[in-house]
């Protein structure tokens, strides 16, 4: 129930949450006369807002044989207000209506209650079971099955070794994922009814709004002849009983952008009735699609309130944090429905996210939710969800050569100088947090590196051929250490005449990742074939793609496996093949213009150290080791490309000391 407004319903209806909350409220109900009329006690438990009732009810009463002259059920709330223990008013707070011509037996397509309950009920009746007893032993079950796929599941979760056996985490093995909201796929209606409770017009300003529900059962029997079986025992409803709520959040799909940036830094708030978690720890920032993989466990009481609300919040370092959307679930409904507790492990769903007061989606939230009674609660530990740790790997790419380049330039030479790079899109995803790829912040390569490579570069566009690989080489390291996304190239194969250019050239990129971290990312390797100019643009002979994803999320799955068994086996673009080469088609403009022999590997951590290799063709050139590419023509650059040596740098050292 919302607060009665200070300001009658125009003040609610303007959104105003100035109020007066309810003290000891009560339902009135009636069929349209005085003979009919119920009240329920006053309540104030669990709270004044949120009050039970757990009451039972029989009116006795003439129904019409038509049930288009079926009178309506009439609700009235009213709070009693006391000052020192006495009663001073009962004001009217909400109204609502029951309609209860389609609950008419026989009524025209009456259809009687139908629930998985029912279903199991009948069958311990046919085997002699009295109904009261069918009931308790229908529900015994759901829960059994539950209690015990939650057992099989944390056995199997300690069990077993992460080698790759399975594509999907392992507490996802056998568990349905839906979609949508779970209410939004019933296949039975949900045993306990819910009615809105309005306020009504006080002017012409105001309209009639909405200001809580009334839960509860209602069925129209007739007198001498049994009714169809309840879809719940009844039993449960009129006795509180202490549950233990676990909220396991694994993601949030198509969040809108909150920030100036396009993105979203978000973080969850998970919170039912005075428990509240604010957790800023799961915060994930620049993300439209963030993983979590956080989870909760809410005390609670039911019957009683059971709303428990998912928000999403975009974190601001200044000023206050902004909501993205809110999604709420009925604990209380959940408990009581048997087709969910006919799920022996809960599903997951896909919630949608609104603002208050709109129906536009904010994205969608990724979850499921389990409730326990505390003995249970105690002999199954939460499911730990949160992805494995990172771990170190290299890939490691060699260049070995390129066939059938066409030799035609644009300046009609028939002879190209040949260089290849390499470009690692999204490695700032997995870039090393040690080694040769270590960075203290990712954030901090747009200075350091910019304007560090930016100065080098003017010196390469100055510089002849010579000092132009050694300043290459030195930015490549740089770059290791400085930027993640860099590329890196091979040397020049100058005056390819032939169509092939010989490298042997090989590329090292530390990484440390886990699968979450590579999700969602595109993860791929461009490589690029350049006919290089010293004194103007590269031009471009042709290009593709490598997807590495596969590879990567093949090497971080099998890791263990790898590690304990001592195996030491890299994992390959191309596997049992003799030479392990890969030849891929270079294109431009949507034309083939020639082929790249590649290899591409990713090994772990352990095999890295134990199988060194250098970058190029340095120490340690290893594994395998790559020989001097034996080219034809020039080995070194032609005489135009060398370096003028000035006097202070040749052999005569002259006057300097």
């Known amino acids: 129930m919302k607060p009665v407004p200070l300001l009658g319903s125009l003040g609610d209806k303007l959104g105003f949450d100035m109020g007066l909350p309810l003290m000891s409220p009560f339902v009135e109900f009636d069929l349209g006369d005085a003979e009919t009329r119920k009240a329920t006690k006053e309540s104030a438990n669990p709270s004044p807002m949120s009050p039970n009732f757990l009451e039972r009810y029989e009116i006795k009463m003439l129904l019409p044989k038509d049930p288009l002259f079926c009178p309506t059920m009439t609700l009235r709330v009213r709070d009693t207000k006391s000052v020192g223990g006495f009663a001073i008013g009962q004001p009217l707070v909400a109204t609502g209506t029951i309609a209860i011509d389609k609950m008419l037996p026989w009524a025209p397509g009456f259809k009687p209650a139908e629930s998985p309950l029912i279903e199991m009920a009948k069958k311990y009746m046919a085997e002699g079971a009295d109904a009261q007893s069918a009931y308790k032993k229908g529900t015994a079950g759901f829960f059994s099955s539950a209690a015990l796929a939650g057992k099989k599941m944390m056995d199997k979760i300690g069990d077993f070794m992460d080698d790759g056996e399975m594509d999907t985490p392992k507490y996802m093995y056998g568990r349905k994922t839906i979609d949508d909201e779970f209410e939004n796929t019933l296949k039975y209606p949900n ?105 909760y466990e809410i005390p609670a009481s039911l019957p009683g309130n059971g709303d428990l609300k998912i928000s999403i919040y975009d974190y601001d370092k200044i000023g206050l944090n902004d909501l993205v959307g809110s999604t709420q679930i009925d604990i209380e409904n959940r408990w009581f429905n048997q087709e969910w ?247 431009k403009d949507g034309k083939k213009t020639g082929e790249i022999v590649i290899s591409l590997e990713v090994v772990g951590h352990m095999v890295a150290m134990i199988k060194p290799a250098g970058q190029g063709r340095e120490d340690p050139n290893q594994h395998p080791t790559l020989p001097e590419p034996l080219r034809r023509g020039w080995d070194e650059p032609p005489p135009m490309y060398q370096p003028a040596l000035c006097g202070c740098c040749s052999g005569n050292q002259g006057n300097m000391s």
Not at 245 to 257: C, E, F, G, S
Not at 345 to 355: A, N, Q, S
Not at 380 to 399: G, V
Request: hydrophobic letters at 35%; a negative charge.
């Open 191 to 295: 045993p306990i009814y819910e009615w809105g409770l309005f306020r009504g017009c006080d002017g012409f300003l105001s309209a009639e709004t909405m200001c809580g529900k009334f839960k509860g059962y209602v069925r129209v029997t007739q007198d001498g002849v049994d009714g169809d079986m309840l879809p719940m025992d009844l039993s449960e409803v009129f006795v509180r009983k202490p549950l233990m709520v676990r909220v396991y959040l694994l993601k949030a799909y198509n969040l809108p952008p909150m920030d100036l940036n396009g993105s979203c830094d978000s973080y969850p708030v998970v919170e039912m009735g005075e428990t509240k978690f604010d957790d800023k720890e799961a915060l994930i920032e620049a993300h439209l699609n963030p993983n979590y993989y956080s989870s």
């Open 341 to 587: 507790r006919s799920y022996a492990l809960k599903p997951v769903e896909r919630r949608t996210l609104h603002l208050p007061g709109s129906s536009m989606s904010q994205g969608k939230v990724e979850l499921w939710v389990d409730v326990y009674t505390p003995n249970e609660a105690k002999t199954l530990p939460m499911i730990d969800i949160k992805p494995p740790a990172p771990e170190e790997f290299e890939l490691r790419m060699i260049i070995w050569e390129t066939k059938d380049i066409p030799m035609k330039t644009k300046d009609g030479e028939s002879k190209i100088d040949m260089k290849v790079n390499c470009n690692f899109i999204g490695y700032e995803s997995i870039q090393s947090e040690g080694g040769s790829g270590a960075m203290n912040n990712r954030w901090d390569y747009a200075i350091s590196y910019t304007e560090l490579v930016g100065n080098m570069q003017k010196q390469l566009d100055k510089a002849g051929h010579l000092a132009q690989d050694k300043l290459i080489q030195y930015r490549n390291q740089l770059g290791v250490a400085a930027n993640p996304g860099y590329d890196k190239e091979t040397d020049v194969h100058w005056w390819v005449k032939d169509g092939i250019g010989r490298f042997n050239y090989r590329m090292v990129w530390p990484c440390k990742y886990n699968h979450d971290m590579i999700e969602d990312k595109h993860m791929r390797m461009q490589i690029t074939v350049y006919d290089h100019d010293a004194f103007d643009k590269d031009d471009l002979l042709g290009e593709t793609q490598i997807d590495l994803q596969p590879l990567l999320k093949l090497a971080f799955r099998y890791r263990e496996r790898n590690t304990l068994l001592r195996i030491g086996q890299p994992w390959r673009l191309v596997d049992k093949v003799s030479n392990w080469k890969s030849t891929l088609s270079i294109n």
